[in-house]
Structures are given as C-alpha cells and as structure tokens.
C-alpha cells in the first residue's frame, strides 16, 4: 500500500490523482490532503477517501471545515501541510500546488526523504539548484508528473544510461497558435482558456497561452534531467501525442507517445517503476491522419524567449520571472490587462531585478516577494 499526501488535491492534477487511487484501492491510500480555500470540495474528498489529516490554508475556511468533518483532524495554514509531509505515514507527495506556494511544502518533504511526484513546476523555476541539492542530500526522488516531463524521463529509462544529445520539448501551440498576433493582442481571457487538448487550471491555462508554461518546462527539465539549456529544444506539436523525445549523438530519438491525458504520467510517478492499468483513451495509429511540428513563433509568443533568457542569466532571475508571471496572469484573469502586457511585466521585472548570482532560500523569497510586488506596480 503506497500513502499518499497530496498538496492541491482540489486542482486540476489533485483531483486527477485521485481518480487514479480511485481506480486503484489495493494500492493507494490517501493519508492526507490540502487546498488552498476549496472547503466545500476538500471535505467531500475528506469523506470519500477517508482522509485523517486535512490542511486548509484560507484561515476564513478554517472553522467551516472543522465543523463539517468531525472526528479528523483539520489543520490550517502552510506550516501544518509542510509538517504532515514529513510524517512516517507519507510515502509520496504529490505537490500540485498553483505557483510560487509550492516551493515550501516540497522542500519539506524533500528534506524529510520522501519521493515527490512534482507537478508544480514553478518550484523548480524558482528555486531548482535548491530543491534538486534537497533531493539529492536526502537520496529523495523527485519523479515528474508534468506529460513532458514524464516522457523524457520514460525515454531516458530506455537509453541504457546513454549521454544525451538534445531534449525535443514538445508544446501544443496554446489556443492561439493560428492567429495573427494582431488579432492576439485583441483578445482576453476567455479565448485564452479555450485550450484545444488539455484540460487544466486557469493559470496554467494563460500561461500555456503566452507560452510561458513551456518556457518554466525548460527550465524545469534543465535541473530535473541536469542538461544545460543550450540542448533544449522547443517544438510546437499541435495533436498532443508525442509528449517529448530525447536525442542521442548517433542521431537515435526515442519518443514518449500517448493520448493528452494527466492521469496517465500522474499514476506513472506514483506506481513507478511499475505500470498499472488505466480506463483511459488508448493511441489509435490508424485513426491519426498527421503529425504536424513547427517551431515556435518567439514573437508572437515572447514570454518563450523571456524564460530561456532567464534560465541562461541563471541566479536568482528565474524566480523574478515566475513572481512576475503570477502576478500579471492574475491580473489577466481580472480583465485589468491585455495579453501582451503580460510578456512586458514580466521583461522589466526580470531586467530590474536585483540579481544575485548564487542566491541561499531567504534570497529566493526575497526576490519573490520584490518581483511580484514590483509586478503589481506596474499593473
């Protein structure tokens, strides 16, 4: 029986983890689950996977939780979730935190030695020398849930240890792939969270979007698979069925395939390095008409070039960054901003940052709370 946390349960990958314990009772149990202020769907996931611990972080949602689930134990705020990941009753974390919120609980759990199935990219973008010196001091895996990320780690499996080439990081394009970037500038957030294969969380949605989603991919599986960011390549993919391929020096690329389906690189980070059965859509060839590759449009969609701009500075401008992502995207989502605000906040942030090459944990949270702060002065 494997015991699960999970940080973000009521999210998009939270709630798909759990159909897959669904699918699974033999093998998973759930010891413990947290949101953000989802009370209401939080406590019904409480009940049918009769989890003891519960973490809210919204004090507001506190005591409404509490009562509605006598007889377990109700906890909130983040240091109580950053605790109840490092218990003994905790086999994996899942850490589907939104944002820039994840970095904390993860590192706990890392420093605890608990494998960690990482969907929350930003931890990486923001703080990846630290949380990968985490993983490694306290022999803690980190296993990727993001669908790219899984398929080059399920490619690297199958390479023998063979050095790699180039890392072909595969991107959908975003509901926006088409468009002139004239009709683009025009456009809000309604048309922005129309993505045409996944389904996903709002702020995952915009930044898939502006592509800044596959610019934090980069720079997550630069310190995940430990390539430099010069042998990441992004290709636009437009089907969503080969999830990322990795390279090798003869010219060999092995390619992860599947249909565009989170529950499938979910359950393969929590069961690894077995593969269960899944009730999900299998690849039909005969019925794929064409695979279809493009590069991506750098000026249509900037915020691609402004992350491999930041990862290449290095230090801490990657984390200014994520913070001036997060807080124009909220912004976006309030209809208080145009879509190509969003690439400009994020550029003179990152380029006015007070950069420090080597930044420790405080630097970190340091520049987060001054890039996001100069971000909504700008807004």
Known sequence: ??????????????????????Q??????????????????LAAQAREFNVPEVVICSEACYSGLRDALPGRNVHCGIDAACALVQEADVDIVVAAMVGFSGLRP??????????VALANKETLVAAGEIVMDASRRNNAPILPVDSEHSAIFQCLQAAGGNPVERIHLTASGGPFRTLPKQQIAKLGKDAALKHPNWDMGAKITIDSSTMMNKGFEVIEARWLFDVP??????????ESVIHSMVEF????????????????????????????????KKLDFAALSAL???????DKFPCLGLAFQAMERGGNAPCALNAANEAAVAAFLHDKIGFYDVSDIVEKVVSGVNFAANPTLDDIFATHEESYRRACELL
């Not at 689950?33 to 009370?39: D, E, F, T, Y």
């Not at 990441?232 to 437009?238: A, E, R, S, W, Y």
């Not at 060999?252 to 999900?280: F, H, K, T, W």
């Open 106 to 115: 993860t590192l706990a759990a890392l420093e605890a030695g608990k494998r």
């Open 24 to 41: 699974h009772p033999d093998l998973f149990r759930v010891q413990m689950i947290s949101a953000n202020s989802s009370a209401e769907l």
């Open 1 to 22: 029986m494997i015991r699960i946390a999970i940080l973000g349960s009521t999210g998009s990958i939270g709630t798909q983890t759990l159909d897959v314990v669904r």
């Open 249 to 280: 020096v003869d010219g060999a690329v092995l390619a992860q395939l599947g249909c565009p389906d989170m529950r499938e690189p979910i359950q393969y980070a929590l069961a690894y390095p077995e593969r269960l059965s899944l009730n999900n």
């Open 229 to 238: 960011v010069q042998k990441i390549h992004v290709v636009v993919h437009p």
């Open 292 to 298: 279809n590759f493009f590069e991506p449009d750098m």
